[in-house]
Nanobody, 123 residues
């Protein structure tokens, strides 16, 4: 099992940047594909980005490609999401999650979830 705790959310103006972190417990962090999801009010939780256990491969939702960068530090058991050029449409609660699969984007494929961190982008 792995326990996940997100941090780094906040209020930022459009065009600004934030870096989210997700601290994981346990000694098996590097075995998991890690993902970021987000959920805006009244909308379903949706995929943002994912990274392989080794950190060598990543994939993104089209809506954030070129603006967001997912990374991880397995020595620190920490996942990151660097968000640049933020838009009001990026406002959501952001969640990190872990899965044993690869290439998946559905919430149903991810077994472990953090509690979320709020990101608000003002226009």
């Amino acid at each position: 099992q792995v326990q996940l705790v997100e941090s780094g959310g906040g209020l930022v103006h459009a065009g600004g940047s934030l870096r989210l972190s997700c601290a994981a417990s346990g000694r098996t962090f590097s075995m998991y594909t890690m993902g970021w999801f987000r959920q805006a009010p009244g909308k379903e939780r949706g995929f943002v980005a994912a990274i392989a256990g080794s950190g060598g491969s990543t994939y993104y939702a089209d809506s954030v490609k070129g603006r967001f960068t997912i990374s991880r530090d397995n020595a620190k058991n920490t996942l990151y999401l660097r968000m640049n050029s933020l838009e009001p449409e990026d406002t959501a609660v952001y969640y990190c999650a872990a899965t044993n699969a690869w290439g998946v984007r559905s919430t149903y494929e991810y077994a472990y979830w953090g509690q979320g961190t709020q990101v608000t982008v003002s226009s």
